[in-house]
Every structure is written in structure tokens, then in C-alpha cells.
């Protein structure tokens, strides 16, 4: 049974999103709840990461945004399970719960949330994952229902490794090999390789199928 301090006290939250108007917004949507405040914000990746470090243990729940720049969302959760394993992450995107739920949560998040979500829901998950919980809702629910029943099958996105999910997601987004390199920090070749092995278990031979595979999938 928690103790009367620990209620007390508030629940930390590191805000880690590259728009500034969106944090605004998380922030707006957290003051509604007086146990809850901000302590923190990072507008990219390394940031992310740094002001973890600098806060240490003066932090209760980090809110990551997937799509991040200099390091995405995905990097940062697993090096951050690494480094600080009991630290409670929350997932935030604007893709739906079938595109990257399961994956977030697979890699060690504690629930995976659409910025689109309620406030009140946005607030439910804050407390949940403070509270040591998984926030999951009934779409992330449906989606982590249908990864469990195609296992062992390669089941579309999900037969794809956590770095040619990051090369997939960025070619269906139209950026080429080289760009795509600069910002995973990759040789050209080595982005070429994971292309070919992407064409590969997707069963497509072109760019251009593979983003109508995207597609079919909810990954446009």
C-alpha cells in the first residue's frame, strides 16, 4: 500500500517532442491534474537523453514522441531500457495503434499513445505508467491481440527487424538511400542492404510497391 507521502508527492514528466506547439499542448493537458508536472523538455533524441541523465532520479515518467530528430523515438526507448530499466516511458505518435504498438511495447515501452488521444485518457496513461502499470488501450489492445495469434508467421510490417522498420518507415515517406543514410547514420551501402532485405520480405520489387504495401497495411 503506498504511503500518504508518496501520494504526496508529484509525478515527473520529461516531455521529449520536436514541436514546440505540441509540447505546449501536453503541458496545458498535464495542468489539469495538480499531482502531475513538467520538470523537463527535449526537442530531440540526444536531448532526450541528456536531460534523463541530468534529472536522475528526480523524474517519474518520460512522454517520447517516436519521430524525433538525431536519434528517433525507438533508439531512444532501447537505450534508455538500457541505462535506466525502471524508468516508465510512454509512447506518443500520430501513427495508429496497428502501425506501432506492438513495437513500442515489444522493445520495453509502457503504453503507446495517439497525440490525438483524450485528455483524460492522456492523463490515465500518465498515472498508470507512474504507478509501475501498462496503459493499453482497446486499439492497442486489438493490435497486440493480432501480433499474439500470427505468431511465428511473418505477419507483414512485423516479420521486420527494429532497423529495417526505421529504413521501411522512410522510404515509404519518399526520402532516397542517401538521405535516408544521413539520418540513421548509415552508409548509403548499408541502407541499400537493408532496402534489398525489406523488398525482400515484403514480397515488393520497387519503391513504388512498397508503398502501396504501406499502404494496405495503415502505414501510409
Do not use: W
Not at 31 to 57: F, K, S
Not at 140 to 167: K, Y
Amino acid at each position: 500500500m503506498k504511503t500518504a507521502d508518496t501520494i504526496a508527492r508529484p509525478i515527473r514528466v520529461l516531455l521529449g517532442d520536436d514541436h514546440r506547439i505540441v509540447r505546449e499542448g501536453l503541458k496545458q493537458v498535464l495542468a489539469d491534474a495538480p499531482e502531475v508536472t513538467v520538470v523537463g523538455e527535449a526537442a530531440t533524441g540526444p536531448e532526450v537523453l541528456d536531460r534523463v541523465q541530468a534529472l536522475q532520479g528526480g523524474l517519474d515518467v518520460v512522454l517520447l514522441d517516436i519521430a524525433l530528430p538525431g536519434m528517433d523515438g525507438l533508439d531512444v526507448l532501447q537505450a534508455l531500457r538500457r541505462t535506466h530499466p525502471r524508468l516508465p516511458v510512454l509512447m506518443l505518435s500520430t501513427y495508429p495503434e496497428k502501425q506501432y504498438a506492438v513495437r513500442c511495447i515489444k522493445l520495453g515501452a509502457n503504453g503507446y499513445l495517439n497525440k490525438s488521444a483524450d485528455p483524460d485518457d492522456m492523463l490515465a496513461a500518465v498515472r498508470k505508467v507512474a504507478a509501475g502499470g501498462v496503459f493499453v488501450t482497446a486499439a492497442t489492445a486489438e493490435a497486440l491481440a493480432t501480433a499474439v495469434g500470427q505468431r511465428g508467421a511473418q505477419a507483414g510490417p512485423e516479420s521486420l527487424s527494429h532497423r529495417e522498420h526505421q529504413v521501411f518507415r522512410l522510404l515509404t515517406q519518399g526520402q532516397s538511400v542517401t538521405q535516408i543514410g544521413a539520418q540513421l547514420g548509415l552508409a548509403a551501402n548499408t541502407v541499400s542492404t537493408y532496402r534489398a532485405r525489406i523488398l525482400d520480405k515484403t514480397g515488393t520489387k520497387n519503391d513504388v510497391e512498397l508503398a502501396l504495401y504501406a499502404e494496405r497495411h495503415g502505414h501510409s
